[in-house]
T-cell receptor, first 115, second 111 residues
Framework: ETGVTQTPRHLVMGMTNKKSLKCEQHLGHNAMYWYKQSAKKPLELMFVYNFKEQTENNSVPSRFSPECPNSSHLFLHLHTLQPEDSALYLC??????????????FGSGTRLTVV | AQSVTQLGSHVSVSEGALVLLRCNYSSSVPPYLFWYVQYPNQGLQLLLKYTSAATLVKGINGFEAEFKKSETSFHLTKPSAHMSDAAEYFCAVSVFNKFYFGSGTKLNVKP
């Protein structure tokens, strides 16, 4: 069983809705990440948190708002999304910052559909 | 700039045949290298990683990869494909504390 749990697994939301994705890691890792995986596109790193502090924001639109209340939990708050935001959103964690040596542990993802 | 190239977005093999998935990278310094597998509707799972120890790395599910510095390659192999190996495989490179994923190779295993 993966040490990174994401909820919900599937989410359908309208463009005017507000929803949140949740991620929890049970591995004692110090860094957490949000990735976006769209069809026919490479994995896109969205946000990076090291020791609860955001260290990277890769020009993500403000309609995506991350929150990291502690080293084990990560949220992605969504509002006024567009259909092109439909994708698989993956949470990951790593022991070392930037996953440079140990790599990532990924959750199973949230499949988001914006209608 | 660093980059990861996976040759072949789709690879098809027969059950029992050799699996070879290719990965080449560009890096000005020795990188750390990874292979991940993604089954449908799942996240990515680490298969194996190279972190400057032995150049031949063994991973889970019978997969292995060899780091060849002279060829800047880190190809993934498995001697005998199983139906359960059908998935998408991603090569990744870590250098200067930055992670770079390849675009992925979908492996189809024919009975």
């Amino acid at each position: 069983e993966t040490g990174v749990t994401q909820t919900p697994r599937h989410l359908v939301m309208g463009m005017t809705n507000k929803k949140s994705l949740k991620c929890e890691q049970h591995l004692g890792h110090n860094a957490m990440y949000w990735y976006k995986q769209s069809a026919k596109k490479p994995l896109e790193l969205m946000f990076v948190y090291n020791f609860k502090e955001q260290t990277e924001n890769n020009s993500v639109p403000s309609r995506f708002s991350p929150e990291c209340p502690n080293s084990s939990h990560l949220f992605l708050h969504l509002h006024t999304l567009q259909p092109e935001d439909s994708a698989l959103y993956l949470c990951a964690s790593s022991q070392d910052p930037e996953a440079s040596k140990g790599g990532y542990t990924f959750g199973s993802g949230t499949r988001l559909t914006v209608v | 700039a660093q980059s990861v190239t996976q040759l072949g977005s789709h690879v098809s093999v027969s059950e029992g045949a050799l699996v070879l998935l290719r990965c080449n990278y560009s890096s000005s310094v020795p990188p750390y290298l990874f292979w991940y597998v993604q089954y449908p509707n799942q996240g990515l799972q680490l298969l194996l990683k190279y972190t400057s120890a032995a150049t031949l790395v063994k991973g889970i599910n019978g997969f292995e990869a060899e780091f060849k510095k002279s060829e800047t390659s880190f190809h993934l192999t498995k001697p005998s494909a199983h139906m359960s190996d059908a998935a998408e495989y991603f090569c990744a490179v870590s250098v200067f504390n930055k992670f770079y994923f390849g675009s992925g190779t979908k492996l189809n295993v024919k009975p």
